[in-house]
């Protein structure tokens, strides 16, 4: 439980909020680098509660710029992309890509107004197959996280988006809420082994071990830039199973994968659009393979963390990416599944957490009543007050500056009862490709 001011502190992200003063810090990822053609056409995007446009420039450089003019505040979204930077079509004024204006022919040639004119703009780059902005105020960018996903071969990745209606933190709270699986993405009966099989996350592998028990024992620790929650369930032969889920400061989270054989990694990014809405980015990869058609069209089913089904597109911010399953079709509830089968009978993993997590509204944590299962969620606000409050009252540069600590991956470990948990899982939490 929250007070309503440590709430709204945490909550709300535009220009100079407390929480949106401490997301600027970081690398954010503003759209898909296919998404953006060199020369194309702007898109519109709205992050952090700002209207930009992201495009590419002729030469392949990606930029992300302001939406509305500086002159008369004309959507820049009709822009025409020239080599110099985008040029407004209502009066021909042109911004280099770093926001300058540049040109304002619509002005007498002795002019000098365009040197006193700028757009906000922020700076980009190319990772992953995503295209990163700073919208921060350093004049030099931190360096990009060194995420494994973002660093193995194309082949070895998938990475989706979807929008959801609520607040980001509620959620990213799902993500770091070992507990829910064993429910929301669960079956009625752990015996109903033909239901077990065609379990949503079975793909996901969010696994068996989570029917079974489903009150997992949960322990929390902290790393320098975030947290490990260990979700402990009896396992044979004397031993525990510890599924661990990475937070890393502000807003990356990665589940545990399956133990065994060779499991792919999952990872989401959980983006404010502003207040009320967010793109919850989804990446699933592996360190030393390539992902394969049957996983991909398993991504495609739903039967994983990607939710892939839209709405027909618009050129609204996001507008490209709103599932099909909505509060108003009841997320495309199969009610006969959930009276007799499943837990609840959305279809989809993605689609049962944006139901959920979108019911909650505008979510008052004052209202709420947490329990020791909810352990993770507490030290995830916690870590991002203290890193906000810091940053705004000390100016102490928060966590996860440094590529390098983002370097982790989740893990799933079968330990010994008397071996401590973050010790014994110590080496697979390791990203190894760099
Ligand atoms: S509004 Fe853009 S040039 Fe006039
Ligand atoms: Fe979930």
Redesign the pocket.
């Known amino acids: 439980m929250l007070t309503a001011e440590e709430n709204a502190l945490l909550t709300r992200v535009g220009p100079g909020t407390l929480m949106g003063d401490l997301m600027r810090q970081y690398w954010i990822p503003v759209v898909q680098s296919t998404e953006l053609a060199a020369g194309g056409r702007p898109k519109r995007v709205r992050i952090l509660g700002e209207d930009l446009v992201a495009y590419r420039d002729p030469a392949g450089r990606a930029a992300l710029v302001s939406e509305l003019?500086?002159?008369?505040?004309?959507s820049l979204y009709f822009a025409r992309n020239e080599a110099s930077g985008l040029r407004?079509v209502?009066?021909?004024?042109q911004y280099a890509p770093d926001g300058r204006c540049i040109d304002q022919p619509?002005e007498r040639p002795e002019s000098n107004f365009q040197d006193k004119v700028t757009l906000p703009a922020y700076p980009c780059a190319d990772r992953g197959g995503v295209v990163w902005a700073y919208m921060g105020p350093a004049s030099a960018p931190p360096e990009l996280p060194d995420l494994e996903w973002a660093r193995v071969p194309d082949a070895q990745r998938f990475v989706s988006k979807f929008w959801q209606g609520c607040n980001w933190l509620q959620a990213l709270e799902g993500g770091v809420d070992p507990a829910h699986i064993s429910f929301l993405h669960g079956i009625l009966d752990a015996r109903d082994a033909a239901a077990r099989r065609a379990l949503d996350s079975a793909a996901a592998g969010f696994g068996f071990a989570a029917q079974l028990e489903r009150a997992p024992h949960i322990e929390v620790a902290d790393t320098p830039t975030g947290l490990l929650l260990g979700a402990r369930r009896e396992a044979p032969a004397g031993r525990y199973y510890w599924r661990i889920t990475q937070y890393l400061l502000p807003f990356h989270t990665m589940p545990p994968p399956e133990v065994g054989e060779d499991p792919l990694l999952h990872a989401h990014v959980w983006i404010p659009m502003d207040d009320d809405q967010l793109v919850n980015w989804c990446v699933s990869w592996h360190p030393t393979r390539a992902i394969t058609p049957d996983e991909i069209a398993e991504f495609h089913a739903g039967s994983s963390i990607h939710v892939t089904t839209y709405a027909a597109a618009t050129s609204e911010a996001y507008g490209d990416i709103r599932p099909t399953a909505t509060r108003a079709n009841d997320y495309l509830a199969d009610w006969e599944a959930q009276r007799t089968r499943k837990f609840f009978g959305v279809p989809g993993v993605g689609a049962q957490d944006k139901a959920v997590t979108e019911s909650q509204g505008a979510y008052d944590r004052s209202l709420e009543r947490l329990g020791r299962a909810d352990v993770g969620i507490i030290r995830v606000r916690k870590r991002l007050l203290e890193a906000a409050l810091a940053l705004r009252e000390r100016r102490i540069a928060p966590p996860g500056l440094d590529a390098a600590s983002y370097r982790v991956r989740p893990g799933s470990v079968l330990l010994a009862k008397d071996a401590p948990w973050v010790e014994g899982a110590r080496d697979r939490l390791i990203a190894t490709t760099s």
């Open positions: 003019c500086a002159h008369r505040r004309a407004c209502y009066h021909g004024w619509n």
